[in-house]
Every structure is written in C-alpha cells, then in structure tokens.
C-alpha cells in the first residue's frame, strides 16, 4: 500500500514536470520582442518651437528637435526596433486616444506622452493673461484649473488604460509641463503686460494641471517625469530662456526653445538611464 502511494506521487510529479516544461516552451514561443518605440501626445511631444519641421505642415513635428527624438539618440544602446512619431501639435487626449494609439502593439517597448494642456484650455488663458487684465487673468485660469479637476481624471485613466491594453509590454513615460514664465519678482527681465500677478496665476494653474497629471500616471502604473524643475531659472522672461516668449510663428509662442526640448529630453534620460 506504502509503495503504491509513493508510486502514484512519482507518476504525478513527473506529470507535472513535464506540464511546466511544456507550459515553459509554449511561453518561450509566445514572447514578445518588444523594442519599438512610440511618441505621442501635443505640441510639446511634437517639438513645437523646435524648428525642422520639413513636410509636417499639419502637426508640425520637428524632425530631429522634438524631445522624443533627442532621447532617442542618447539612448543608442537601447538598440531600438521601429522608431515612430505619432505626436501632433493641438493634440487633445481623445485625439491621442482615437487618433495615435494604432502605432502600438505587444511589440511597442517605450512609450512616451506629453498632453492635457490643451483639454485645460492653456491657449485661451494665456492669451487672456496677455492681452486682458490681472483679474482676468486670474479668472481665465481658475476656470481652466476647474477643467482640469473635474474633467481630466476620468479622460486621462481611460487614455492610460488603453495604452497599457495596446502596448502590454511598454515602459510608460509621461511627461509634464515647466513653468511657462518666472515666477513673480525674480527675473529681472520685462516680461511685458505679464505682471507678477499674472505670472502667479499661470504658474500655479501650470502646477494644478501637472499634479493631477501626476497623480493619474501613478495610479495607472506608469512613470510620472516632471520637468519643472529642469526649467528652474530659464522659463519665458529670464535672461537665458528654453520658453520662447511671442514669435512672428505665433504658434511657437510660449513652447520650449530647441534647449527646452533638450532639456525636457535629458530630465527622461535621467528617469530612463
């Protein structure tokens, strides 16, 4: 009877020996390759205010000065697969949704996102700030921090979620926002009709669109890269800017320099290795 028990248990570990071998080579011919790297996201992924922009006439992405493209060259040990941009300046978070989520798949390794500034209404603050008053300013912005407190959660999860869907294999990075201009008194440098107050208006709606971007990204599992820091002492209206100010190209105005989009690129190289 003793041998008998010792019998069956033998055959049952050989039997599960042999089901986790063939399980280990039924996984071994399911995996993925995933080296492929995707940008998406607006203006600041495209690298608006970069310049190069070739043939891109519709969403204006710079060819070589964007900072997907620059991480992409410090990171030439990563041996990238297929590299693909389908970032877009005026991107919105359905239009990355529904529009630039067909360039992933398992085979996508990398992804990196920069978008929620036009959703809050950036645009229409800005020029407020610049062309009304300091109460107008004020308000314009505490309307679009409202947007982004109230609409953003849920369009943001459901973005992240389809993105870790199509691309089940990536690394996510998510990129925020720098300070559009110095904060109130420290520059030294006219900044026109942004007086200190409106500059304390448009950084601080700035900071409550970039802690709710944060806070999402957390929770979805991907990597949250703040860039304020590395734009510290160079926003519009310091001596040395990587935010340009009003260009005769209005719609450069207020987007990173070509050293803003190195610098955005160095703060993810810092995160990525």
């Given amino acids: 009877m003793k041998r008998r028990w010792i019998s069956v248990a033998t055959t049952a570990v050989a039997l599960a020996a042999l089901t986790a071998c063939g399980g280990a080579e039924e996984a071994a011919t399911k995996a993925v390759d995933a080296r492929d790297f995707v940008a998406l996201g607006?203006?600041?992924?495209a690298g608006l205010g970069a310049g190069n922009y070739g043939d891109s006439t519709?969403?204006?992405q710079s060819k070589d000065g964007g900072y997907p493209h620059l991480w992409a060259a410090l990171r030439t040990v990563a041996a990238f697969g297929a590299v693909t941009d389908a970032t877009c300046a005026g991107a919105r978070i359905n239009d990355v949704r529904y529009e630039q989520l067909t360039a992933l798949s398992e085979k996508t390794g990398w992804v990196t996102l920069t978008v929620g500034g036009n959703d809050a209404g950036w645009t229409k603050s800005l020029q407020t700030c610049l062309l009304g008053t300091d109460d107008s300013c004020k308000t314009s912005v505490g309307t679009a921090v409202t947007t982004v407190?109230?609409?953003?959660?849920?369009?943001?999860?459901?973005?992240?979620?389809?993105?870790?869907?199509?691309?089940?294999?990536?690394?996510?990075?998510?990129?925020?926002?720098?300070?559009l201009v110095a904060a109130p008194g420290s520059s030294g440098v006219s900044c026109e009709a942004l007086t200190d107050a409106r500059r304390k208006?448009?950084?601080?709606?700035?900071?409550?669109?970039?802690?709710?971007?944060?806070g999402r990204v957390t929770a979805?599992?991907?990597t949250f890269v703040d860039v304020r820091e590395a734009f510290k002492g160079h926003e519009a209206c310091t001596k040395e800017p990587w935010i340009h100010g009003i260009r005769d190209n209005l719609s450069e105005s207020y987007h990173p320099t070509p050293e803003g989009h190195k610098a955005y690129a160095e703060a993810l190289f810092a995160v990525t290795g």
């Avoid at 607006?42 to 992924?45: F, I, N």
């Avoid at 973005?159 to 690394?171: E, G, V």
């Avoid at 208006?201 to 944060?214: R, S, V, Y």
């Fill in 42 to 45: 607006d203006s600041y992924a």
């Fill in 58 to 60: 519709e969403c204006v």
């Fill in 149 to 179: 407190q109230s609409a953003l959660p849920s369009e943001l999860d459901s973005l992240y979620k389809t993105i870790r869907d199509r691309a089940p294999n990536a690394k996510v990075y998510v990129l925020g926002y720098p300070h």
């Fill in 201 to 214: 208006a448009l950084n601080d709606g700035a900071d409550a669109l970039d802690e709710l971007i944060k």
């Fill in 220 to 222: 979805a599992g991907f």
